[in-house]
């Protein structure tokens, strides 16, 4: 079926191996060393812009721990590598800083990747990989332009005297590379930018709190480095300025990746609190809500598996479709080997299996309740839908049968009275034939008054010709006690709600000519919002017996297969009223 | 006199053209369904039309439905309903404005031929003709404090027939009295019943028919 196909697979982690821990180990020495090596440079170095050493450090030790971090949660992701990478980019980058040529030259090759990769980090968020084809062109072309017009700028000699890497010296050619660099790179952010408001407009705001301020980070990060460049390019003022801001920004995006981490782990406390939460033995709704708050996602929805039924339902027992809704994932849990429930979540928990599955874990026990009620639900449901049929069928035969007999056997011996008056006719000088004739047309015209009973206990065939009104008319003038009827509905009703509405009147009349030495009644049938309502009240003795004998019992049961209810209220010596609700829209 | 038949049953199309033929009567159409007898209806209008209730397609409102035109559209036009059953409901939409030149007839009828054939020229002369069992079926009601328990057991029988739609005359031969015995008990019904003495006979139906319903 279509809906298990939409269940997340949850494997997928442990195929992945994860990263080597010696390497691991060697990134935290290498990375330790960053800031270790800015104090070396502080202490040695006397003109040093040690403000800007400071703020490539907050970009680099912050990136290279987020991406440790995910890259230890996630090994099938790329984007803790991609992180890494561009902590010690911007670690290099700050080479430049010193006087010793060679770290200065090539520091100063990496001065502009790290704009690169922070774009490539963006874009490759969450999954670490770049999903369509505009989003590698343009993670590329910003490579192209950081690295490849860096090193034709630097062999241009745009450095001076101290590169490693001049080539030949034509400032003029540099300075045009520079410009065409510094603003091609900051148009490539900005469309980056506009990829990040696309995306969100497409999948909508993201419902977790952390997640969308971390996307704003990387958006902010994007502009300020688009903003620095364009200010690079044509000397503009207080660039120094906004170079610091820009640096400032882009090391925030790796504390707030941490932060929402971190509130994943808080999360966890949510799962505590569920633990409790689930010992009161909530309600089935309360369950779901619980949930919700335990996975901190508003929007949840709780669907069981009814493996009897092969199909998903809802809480009521309502059958669900689990469909391909942009922005949702379906968890499936799992008990003892049997699939029991699937949580419909934002995409945003994706990121966060450990919980999912730590609430799933829960919640087991409550969930495997909640499944049971569903499914008592849902056969309760089916139950109604097959007396609704059974009765739907038997009404349908009833009709067929009536009309049969309407066609046939009444048909032909009207016609055959007929004949036989047009025989008597012809036989007037034969009395004695004449009077057989006779005999022989009044007993047809007999069979025809108990066939014609017979066939309107079947079905009265007024009721589907001509409506309630109509039918009713006939009722209520034969009814054993003065009846004032009320019909307050135009037109016809569904065809189920007039035989029900129908029986309940003559029924409810009929008992009053057997057991409620009444002097008067009333019935009515009105509608009311989204039911029609059937009412027949007498002034008899009351005290009806409504189990035996006086067919409410059936009453009820046609009345309840349609959804509907049947209420009887007969004190003694306050007489009877039978009351009907029947769903009709 | 004209008449067209609407019945979709051969067998009883066929018994009710001839019995109507040799009683004197010019059966000028012969039609299945409601559709094709409005057509006959409204080219070449009969003097009656007698209907079937239960019209094909659906057999179920199409013969009531196509009477309630004939009776709108052609008022010259007597329609004679006839069913399987009678309803009460039925004979109160039918008679709605007027008891002129309408008649409502269960089948088993037609096998009377003498009082048949005096219900289909009654119709078509703008008369009535109710059923017994429509007119039993009133007067059977239980009212509050019964001014029918007011009449004789004989004002009775002519209240009945008053209401199935016979003349004076009619009634006089029916129970074989004189016509003038006839109209004094008519006058002593009306004066019992509280109605309002009418003059022509099938207002004289209506009103009865009111009085019995309420």
Known sequence: MAAAVAIAPRTESSIVRPPNPWLLGAIVVVGCAVPLRSIALALTSHDVDLVRVALLDWITVPFILAGLVAWVRRPESRLGPLMILGGFA????????THVDALYTLGAVFDVLPAALFLHVVLAFPDGRLGTRFERMLVSAAYAAAIGLQLVKISLGALGPNSLLELWAWPAAATDVQHVQLLSLSAICLAGVGFLAARRRQAGRPRRRSLALLINSFALGLVMIAVLFVVGAFDGPAFLEIQRATLLVIGISPIVFLLGLLDARLDRSG??????????????????????????????????WLPDFQTYVDVEG????????DGRTATSIDRKGAHVAALVHDNALDEEPELLEAVGAAAGIALENGRLNAELRARLEDLK???ARVLEAGQKERQRLERNLHDGAQQRLVALSLELSLLEEQLAGDPSARGRVDEARREVAMSLEELRDVARGIHPAVLTGHGLAVALESIVARAPVPVRLTIGIDGRLPEQVEVAAYYV????????????????????????NGHVVVEVVDDGVGGADTERGSGLRGLADRVEALGGRLRVWTPLGGGTRVKAEIPCV | MRVAIAEDSVLLREGLARLLGEGGFEVV?????????????????????????????????????????IRKKHPAVGVLVLSQYVELGLALKLLADSAEGVGYLLKD??????????????????????????????????????PLTRLTPREREVLELMAAGSSNQGIADRLVITLRAVEKYVSSIFGKLGLPSTGSESRRVLAVLTFLRS
């Open chain 1, 90 to 97: 911007s670690g290099l980058s700050a080479l430049q800083l």
């Open chain 1, 271 to 304: 799962v505590a609190d569920l633990i409790v939460e689930l010992r009161a033995e909530p309600a089935a709704t309360d369950l779901r809500d619980a949930l919700a708050r335990a996975l901190r996602d508003r929007s949840l929805a709780l669907v069981y």
């Open chain 1, 318 to 325: 309502r059958p669900v479709e689990l469909g391909d809704e």
């Open chain 1, 385 to 387: 839908g097959s007396r």
């Open chain 1, 505 to 528: 009147v003559s029924e409810s009349l009929t008992n009053i000519g057997k057991h409620a030495r009444a002097t008067r009644a009333t019935a009515a049938i009105v509608r009311t």
């Open chain 2, 29 to 69: 159409a012969q039609c299945e369904d409601a559709d094709d007898l409005l057509l006959k209806v409204r080219s070449f209008p009969p003097d009656v039309a007698i209907v079937d209730i239960r019209l094909p397609p659906t057999h179920n409102d199409e013969g009531l439905r196509a009477a309630l035109e």
């Open chain 2, 109 to 146: 009828r037609i096998s009377d031929v003498g009082e048949f054939l005096g219900a289909v020229s009654r119709v078509a002369n703008g008369g009535s003709a109710l059923d017994p069992i429509i007119v039993s079926t009133l007067l059977s009601r239980q009212r509050p404090d019964d």
